[in-house]
């Protein structure tokens, strides 16, 4: 019997993310409260202004989700029918979800390597037709993707370069920098939360314009506006959506915004602990990317030794009371994507999908907690040995 089957109390479980919260964001959301003003206020535009200070950009653009940040990129740029959007199959569906929406084609494009998941820029430049007009990289688990060699690409071939930065809040002076959009999330899951969330950053002043314009059922003025006696009337000058974040969201925004670089610090910390453990305890199982890589460390995704049957490994680890998982399915595997634009092969994206394991990993897991994770794989791993 293990030690654990002969102590009266189960450990407590290990979950694989969770959001910080805590009395300041009860208190920010009292206070929205007590204003009686719940939506198209100061307090989005406050989180919006400190959101691109932290990210060294000029300005940004708050929306609902990331999904929504990244659909408004698309219908800003005039992207829909007949056009054709090179988007990652490792990713999150809403990442070629929303190329779909426009009514463009979403072309899925592999990963550089079966232990490098991001965008193959050698793939990508395979798949370009006359109908390409856009490019989204993702910058997985956070870790970023050269940007200036995709600016490169999109300048030569005259594409929109767009990021998925959902896993990328506080990765300053990538994210957003080099390309036409980038969209974050904030997500539960995510680094810093809203509950539901997310904002946009566009280069492009006009087109920034045209976003927050956009968000707004594509009308010329703001309620806010009409409040103060700024504006009398409107003109709606786009087909706009209603994509707000709401002033309770803004609130809770700008509260986590201000944690968001230490715990993205705690994050690197874990990730560099996991490094160590794993390199000392399983040799065969690897930490994708390096110490140097730049990251908000989003997520721990390591690769097991091929052949390892993961979903044993996986109910093995939630048994000693570890939460796993794995990112991503790819989409161009799902049944949506096989049926509407045909069977697909990305090998690289396929092998990645099928030996990654997702690690526990948030700011508020002490150190003790990763050594117990690693210990919980290496006795899941080794069951599988002894057990066949
Ligand atoms: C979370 C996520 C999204 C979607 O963001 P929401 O805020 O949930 O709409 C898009 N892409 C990736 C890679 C994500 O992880």
Known sequence: MTPEMTSVTT??????????????????????????????????????????????????????????????????????????????SMSFVATASVVVHTGATPVLVDVEAADRPLLSLEHARTLLTSRTRAVIVMHYGGYAVDMPPWRAFADKHGLMLIEDAAHAAGLSGVAGVHSDAAAFSFFTNKNMTTAEGGVLLVRDAELRARVRRMRSHGMTSSTLDRDRGRAVGYDVVDAGHNFRMDELRGALGSVQLARLPEWNDTRRSRTRRYREALAAALPEVRVLFDDAHPTTAHILPVTLPPGTDRAAVMARMRAARVQTSMHYPPIHE????????????????????????????????????????????VGALHERTTHG
């Not at 799902?334 to 990993?361: C, N, S, W």
């Open 11 to 88: 450990p407590p479980l290990i979950e694989l993310g969770a959001p910080v919260l805590g009395e300041a964001e009860k208190a920010a959301l009292a206070e929205v409260v007590d204003s009686g003003w719940l939506t198209m206020g100061e307090r989005v535009r406050r989180f919006e202004e400190a959101f691109a200070t932290l990210h060294r950009v000029p300005d940004a653009v708050a929306v609902g989700s990331g999904t929504a940040a990244l659909q408004l990129a698309l219908a800003a740029f005039g992207i829909g029918p007949g056009d054709e959007v090179l988007v990652p």
């Open 334 to 377: 799902f049944d949506f994507y096989r049926r509407t634009i045909g069977p697909v092969t990305l090998a690289r994206t396929e092998q990645f999908a099928e030996v990654e394991l997702t690690l526990p990993l948030h700011p508020l897991l002490s150190p003790e907690d990763v050594d117990r994770v690693v210990g919980s794989l």
